[in-house]
């Protein structure tokens, strides 16, 4: 059988270094992205299938289209597009350069990346991409104003993308991943703590995994976060807000970022 390839961004840890696990458990071979050369090196290591990897800030302006040119000339069969993180804070006090950089990352990359990569495989008529949104993709977020923008626009791009597909009859399968709260880096680097319990990277990755192979466009892993969505959308958007202004206020802690 033929050898299937993903290439994943964010792979040096929590949710993408989980996804590269439970590829590499399948057998596939695996493109690995992130900025620390070191992790990756450390990922690669163990892992019992090939594996490539491509050290490099996607936020920067070129950093997409050079992993793109990367990856020319070798087959992806599925693209995961994974990297990302938040910034805590009123809109007004947060540092506007950390938020351009959230918004290159959370955003621009991703777009970039899916145009490419959905543009070849719809060529081809095969292929899959995993867009990794948030329950926070559905949400309101004060406090995390930019972060859950971010996630509300992978939402909206990801399943405009999904029905243009499903219109043109295309064998090609895009996913959207939204978790709730799960145990990673993530709270470290945007300065903040959950108050429930988080799933784990490994849950997560395994359900996701299980998801965009199977062919499933929105993967919300766990009940909770299941119900809390569904209940989300049985109340008025302002009393959402307010509410949601407590609970990630509740977030706030006194741990120094890593
Ligand atoms: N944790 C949660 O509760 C949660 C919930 C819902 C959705 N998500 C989403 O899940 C995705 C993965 O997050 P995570 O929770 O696994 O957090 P994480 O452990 O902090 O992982 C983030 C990954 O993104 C990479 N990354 C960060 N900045 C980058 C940059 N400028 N260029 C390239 N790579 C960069 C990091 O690698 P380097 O540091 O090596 O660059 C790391 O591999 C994110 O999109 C996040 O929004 C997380």
Not at 98 to 109: F, P, Q
Not at 142 to 165: D, F, G, M, Q
């Amino acid at each position: 059988m033929k050898q299937m390839q993903a290439l994943i961004t964010g792979a040096t840890s929590g949710i993408g270094m989980a996804i590269a696990k439970e590829l590499s458990k399948r057998g596939w071979s695996l493109i690995l992205t992130g900025r620390n050369q070191e992790k990756l090196l450390e990922l690669k290591e163990p892992l019992p299938v090939p594996v490539e990897i491509f050290p490099l800030d996607l936020s920067k302006e070129n950093a997409p289209f050079q992993l793109y040119d990367f990856c020319k000339g070798k087959r992806v069969d599925l693209l995961v597009n994974n990297a990302g993180f938040g910034v805590f804070g009123k809109f007004t006090e947060t540092d506007l350069q950390e938020e351009l950089e959230l918004l290159s990352l959370n955003v621009r990359a991703l777009h970039i990346l899916t145009k490419l990569f959905l543009r070849d495989f719809k060529k081809r008529n095969s292929g899959r991409i995993l867009n990794v949104a948030s329950s926070a993709g559905f949400l309101t977020g004060p406090l995390l104003s930019s972060y859950y923008a971010s996630k509300n626009y992978v939402v909206r791009l990801t399943l405009a993308i999904a029905e243009e597909l499903r219109h043109d009859k295309s064998r090609v399968i895009v996913s959207l991943l939204c978790p709730g709260p799960v145990d990673t880096n993530f709270n470290n680097r945007a300065g903040v703590q959950f108050r429930v319990k988080a799933l784990s990277p490994e849950e997560v990755a395994r359900e996701a995994v299980f998801g965009v192979l199977t062919g499933k466009l929105l993967i919300v892993p766990g009940l909770s976060i299941k119900l809390g969505l569904l209940a989300s959308r049985l109340l008025p958007e302002q009393l959402l807000s307010r509410i949601l202004y407590y609970v990630q206020a509740a977030k706030q802690t006194a741990i120094p970022k890593k």
